[in-house]
C-alpha cells in the first residue's frame, strides 16, 4: 500500500522498519565527556542544547542507514541528505542529573516520502527507559550532482503493525506541515481573534489621562517590559570545525546556538533570580545552507508572553 512510487533498479530498496531503527549510547558518566554535557546551572544537570545538537547528527546518520543500499563499492553515496524541519521538540524532563547515569539516544525512519523521510527520535534514561525528550526530524535527499529531489528508499511494512500506525501518522505531519505552511504570517494576516487581542495589550498601555498614540503617553503595566527590550542578538561565523559531510555548516551547531541564545535572552528579560527551563521547541526550519565562512546573525526576541510561560523566536540571517 506504501510502495506508492517505481523502484530504480538495484537502487530504492523497501527497507524493513526493523533496520531503520538505530540507538547510541551518551556517556555522560564519563570523565572524559561529562564536561561538554555539564549545564552551568550550578545543579550538575546536562546541557539540553547539547543534546539537541546530538539528535541532529545522528538522525542524519539514521537517515544515510536507511538508504545503505545506494551505497557504491568505493563508499560513495549518490545522494545528500540533510535536514529540512523539525517538528516538535518535546522536553519532558528539563533538567536531567548528569551523575545518575548514561543516556539512550535512538530514533526510526517512521515515514518516507518520494525524496524525505521523517524519523521519530528521542532520548532516554539507559537504566529506567525513561523518555527525556523526542521529536520528529524531516530529512530530504538531494542528488550530489544536480541538487534536485531524489528518490530515498520506502518502507517495508504490514498492516495493522505498530509501525503501520507510525507510518500513518507520519502521513498525517507531513499533510499538516503543507498545511501550515499555506496560512504563515508571510502569507496570510493574523486572524480576527489574533488582531483583537494584539490591540487589547495596545490599549492596555495607553494612559488614560494622556490617550494618543504618542510612546512617551504609553505606560506599562506592573511586571510588564517592551517588546523592544527583550531582544539579543549573536553573531555566528561558520568555521570549519563545524562542517557536515557536505562541507556546509552543521544544522545541529545552528540549532545549539540559537537554544542557547533563546535561553540568554530570557534570563536576561525576567531581571530576577527565577529559575528557567525549557519545555518544548515548536519548530525548526533549515530554509538554505550555510557556507563556512559565512558571518550571520542570530537576532532573538521574547514574542509573547502569558503567565509564567514565554516564547522566543530566533532567527539566522546572512
Not at 535536514?83 to 542529573?97: K, S, V, Y
Not at 510612546?215 to 517590559?225: F, M, P, T, V
Request: proline content about 5%.
Amino acid at each position: 500500500d506504501f510502495q506508492k512510487f517505481p523502484l530504480l533498479p538495484t537502487q530504492i530498496t523497501p527497507v524493513p522498519t526493523d533496520l531503520s531503527k538505530n540507538s547510541v549510547k551518551i556517556s555522560i558518566s564519563d570523565p572524559k565527556f561529562q564536561l561538554q554535557y555539564l549545564n552551568p546551572d550550578g545543579k550538575n544537570n546536562v546541557r539540553i542544547g547539547k543534546l539537541l545538537e546530538d539528535l541532529d547528527l545522528f538522525a542524519g546518520v539514521i537517515a544515510y542507514e536507511h538508504n545503505n543500499s545506494m551505497r557504491s563499492i568505493d563508499n560513495t553515496h549518490p545522494l545528500g541528505i540533510v535536514t529540512a524541519c523539525i517538528d516538535r521538540i518535546e522536553i519532558h524532563q528539563p533538567n536531567i542529573p548528569i551523575d545518575q547515569g548514561d543516556l539512550i539516544m535512538s530514533g526510526q525512519v517512521t515515514w518516507t516520502g518520494r525524496s524525505s523521510m521523517e524519523i521519530y527520535m528521542k532520548i532516554m534514561d539507559a537504566k529506567s527507559d525513561i523518555c527525556f525528550i523526542d521529536s520528529y526530524f524531516v530529512m530530504v535527499a538531494r542528488n550530489t550532482e544536480t541538487g534536485l529531489a531524489e528518490q530515498v528508499n520506502s518502507l517495508k511494512l504490514e498492516k495493522n503493525s505498530p509501525d503501520y500506525e507510525k507510518f500513518e501518522i507520519g502521513a498525517n505531519n507531513n499533510k499538516i506541515r503543507k498545511e501550515a505552511k499555506k496560512f504563515g504570517l508571510l502569507s496570510h494576516a493574523p486572524k480576527k481573534d489574533e488582531t483583537v487581542e494584539i490591540h487589547n495589550k495596545f490599549v492596555n498601555t495607553l494612559d488614560s489621562e494622556n490617550v494618543q498614540f504618542s510612546n512617551s503617553a504609553r505606560k506599562l503595566q506592573k511586571n510588564q517590559i517592551w517588546m523592544e527590550e527583550a531582544k539579543l542578538k549573536s553573531v555566528l561565523v561558520a568555521m570549519p570545525q563545524h562542517r557536515n559531510v557536505h562541507g556546509k555548516l552543521f544544522g545541529g551547531h545552528i540549532i545549539r546556538k540559537a537554544f542557547e541564545l533563546s535561553f540568554a535572552n530570557i534570563e536576561i528579560s525576567v531581571a530576577g533570580p527565577i529559575p528557567v527551563k525549557c519545555i518544548a521547541i515548536d519548530d525548526i526550519s533549515f530554509i538554505h545552507p550555510v557556507k563556512i565562512g559565512s558571518i550571520f546573525l542570530l537576532p532573538s526576541q521574547v514574542v509573547y508572553s502569558q503567565g509564567c510561560k514565554a516564547v522566543i523566536r530566533v532567527y539566522a540571517l546572512g
